[in-house]
């Protein structure tokens, strides 16, 4: 454990210019105040293309990354500061921009025998057709660079393949289609080399959609997840190894699924999981015996100083 004046001064980084800033702004705020209440030196940024001038003239000697999506979370700021020699939390460059890209993690997955359903890559109107042939109904077609359920459209009918396709391909970026999974949904979040208590969700949509992760009041959430204790250790060690092989690192969140046999199935990893008091990581830390401000110094103590 390291004492608030070790970490200097800290920038929390949010905001940004992906699809979630709105949610970053909220996660970074809620950081801020969980640091300041614990004397540390920290003060926000909110980041756009001059992130480095701001940095600079902060005199930051390290930052806490609570940006969600591009430019946050695939890699982008972790190199810049990088090249800046400023220590960060969390996942590197290269762990960051592959779990940003859930075609490359599922590739990595699959490459190691581990669990993800089966895909195919839309790049024409015409594969719309083939997708439906090969993984069959329902599936859903996501952009694989998105984040928050963006883009995502569950598809029951083949006449809806080609609007799905569409909405997918507006967020720029290479779009698949995933085989539907029919069971319930699950994340288990990761704190340095913890795996957390598992959430199950619960929503009444189709899936959970960015209604359901932000705005619905018919969410559940159920943390202790009703697994038994050796099922989830077993499905825990499983989360560690898929974050592990994406050279993820520091804290996370591995989202997946089991299905109606009690197949687990990966299905993204997130490097910079939500940081709301109300979002996932830090409902499975209380669950742990951790509260939000723990949680926060404990996420902070993953900014390493690069070697
Ligand atoms: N293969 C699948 N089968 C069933 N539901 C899925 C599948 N893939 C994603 N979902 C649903 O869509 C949601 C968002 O998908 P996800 O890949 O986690 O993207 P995001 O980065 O937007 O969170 C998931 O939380 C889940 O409810
Ligand atoms: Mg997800």
Partial sequence: ???????????????????????????????????????????????????????????????????????????????????????????????????????????????????????????????????????????????????????????????????????????????????WIDGEEYTAAILQDRVLPMIRLRTPHAFYDFDAKYRARDTQYLCPCGLDADREAVLGELMRQAFELLSASGWGRVDFMLDGAGQPWLIEVNTVPGMTDHSLVPMAAKQAGMDFDQLVMQILETSHVAA
């Fill in 1 to 179: 454990m390291s004492t608030a004046k070790d970490f200097g001064r800290v920038a929390v980084l949010m905001g940004g210019w992906s699809a979630e800033r709105e949610i970053s702004l909220q996660s970074g705020e809620a950081v801020l105040q969980a640091l300041r209440r614990q004397q540390v030196d920290a003060q926000r940024i909110d980041v756009d293309h001059e992130v480095a001038a701001a940095l600079r003239a902060m005199q930051a000697d390290r930052a806490f990354i609570a940006l969600h999506g591009r430019g946050g979370e695939d890699g982008v700021i972790q190199g810049l500061l990088e090249a800046m020699d400023i220590p960060y939390t969390g996942t590197g460059v290269l762990g960051s921009a592959i779990a940003m890209d859930k075609l490359r993690s599922k590739q990595i997955w699959r490459a190691q025998g581990l669990p993800t359903p089966d895909h195919m890559v839309l790049k024409y109107a015409q594969d719309c057709h083939e997708a439906v042939q090969q993984l069959g109904l329902p599936l859903i077609v996501k952009p694989v660079m998105e984040g928050s359920s963006i883009g995502m459209t569950k598809v029951e009918a083949a006449a809806d393949m080609e609007a799905a396709w569409q909405a997918a391909v507006a967020c720029g970026g290479v779009v698949i289609a995933e085989k």
